[in-house]
């Protein structure tokens, strides 16, 4: 195993009506809310109403920023920042999916700084790629801010991760610092019943490439770990197909919950170097045609585990036999891990995930700049570096 610094202080209530406790977790922290939400679902479902009536009959003051958009924008963020500083605000509230959440969280960390909260994005995109580079604009004091997560898929609510778009120049960038850590969230498994299929499926590809991208990586001697995400996975697997039959299977939607906040929240990268560049190369992909971030990993990663499968053969055949549990049937390393890549994709497909970049409304001429654009700040890939080429032979394998 390799050597880490594990440290997660975020309260999580997790369960059947934690959603009463808002307002007392709120009180410590402060009592005028910016309170962000999404287009239409916190309304929709009276989660809204019964949000607002909470914070009213706790003396709670609020401002409204509702409207965040998947692949959530730099300039509702920007119009977040200019409320908190009018209102003067002192706590964030998101409500909703990933989207709410790194919106949430951008608004926190750019509200009291002295410079553009952008700025601090594309720092931290430079700096990881170049350890010599010299942070210039670096994350400062964060406000305080709560994540009342109504999806499961990114995991959002209970790591240390922003990721915004900024649609004026194509952009994608996420910034990732340990002082983004919300001050708590609450996990309903009741309030993603009323999610839409697509939306509910998308969320389980994205569940899925969370872990696999720590599962499927250079490391070795990573027994421990490599047991709670092959556990996490079969569970994620076995719940995806449950909520298509009863969208209102609790269980099943608990785990699927559950499992989203762990997937990111460190715990489970213990010891191991993760592989994120198939991330990567997805930023890029939605930040230039808007597809859903859990569809967009899902085509990513369908074209990146062939790729780099020679480079690691034996956590794909850990994959087919501890995650798929597909007989051995006295194939080869090569071909065992094979059956375990096209087990993944069959699996996305059944879900009515479709793995076409082309049939998924994507112009696949965009397939170059794509590419481009993955390495601009710098090489990416630690199971494999990948170049321009490689990245080109991802893409247009899911054209």
């Known amino acids: 195993m390799e050597n880490f610094d594990y440290y997660n202080p975020v309260r999580m209530l997790f369960g059947n009506g934690q959603i009463d406790q808002l307002a007392e977790q709120i009180k410590p922290y402060g009592h005028r809310i910016l309170l962000v939400y999404g287009q239409h679902h ?9 949000i607002t009536d909470q914070l009213r009959k706790a003396g709670l003051e609020w401002v409204e920023l509702e409207g965040v958009h998947p692949n959530p924008r730099y300039k509702l963020v920007e119009t977040g920042i200019e409320l908190v500083r009018e209102h ?12 709410v959440s790194d919106t949430a969280k951008a608004i926190a960390v750019g509200a ?16 990881m790629h170049n350890p010599n580079y010299a942070v210039q604009y670096p994350v400062g004091k964060v406000m305080p801010f709560a994540i009342v997560m109504t999806k499961a898929g990114t995991g959002s609510e209970f790591d240390y991760t922003s990721v915004l778009s900024r649609r004026e120049t194509k952009e994608k960038l996420m910034v990732i610092n340990k002082s983004i850590y919300a001050n708590f969230c609450i996990d309903d498994p009741s309030l993603t019943f009323s999610l ?15 872990y696999l991208e720590q599962y499927l990586s250079p490391s070795v001697n990573t027994l421990a770990t490599d047991r709670i ?7 994620v697997i076995e719940s995806g197909r449950r909520v298509l039959e009863n969208p209102k299977d609790y269980d099943a939607r608990a785990y699927l919950l559950y499992a989203a906040a762990w997937a990111c929240c460190d715990q489970n990268m213990c ?3 993760p592989e994120w560049s198939s991330h990567l190369i997805e930023h890029e992909l939605t930040a230039l045609t808007d597809l859903n971030h859990g569809h967009g990993m899902a085509l990513i990663y369908s074209g990146w585990m062939p790729q780099v499968q020679s480079t690691i053969p034996s956590r794909f055949v850990a994959m087919a036999e501890n995650v798929w549990q597909l007989p051995r049937n006295g194939r080869s390393d090569e071909a065992y891990g094979q059956a375990a890549i096209e087990a993944t994709k069959e699996y996305w497909r059944d879900l009515g995930i ?16 794509i590419a481009e654009r993955t390495l601009r700040f710098g090489a990416v890939g630690s199971a494999k570096a990948l170049d321009k080429e490689a990245i080109i032979t991802i893409l247009t394998s899911v054209e």
């Open 196 to 210: 839409p299929q697509d939306e509910t499926v998308f969320g389980v590809a994205d569940i899925m490439t969370h």
């Open 229 to 235: 995400k092959e556990g996490l996975l079969r569970t």
């Open 271 to 273: 010891g191991s170097i």
């Open 112 to 127: 009291p700084l002295a410079y553009d909260v952008w700025d601090v994005f594309e720092d931290f995109n430079r700096a």
């Open 354 to 369: 479709n793995l076409s970049l082309s049939a998924s409304g994507v112009d696949t001429s965009l397939i170059p700049t």
């Open 42 to 50: 916190a309304k929709q479902t009276g989660l809204y109403e019964k």
């Open 88 to 99: 003067k605000l002192d706590f964030v509230l998101g409500v909703g999916g990933g989207s």
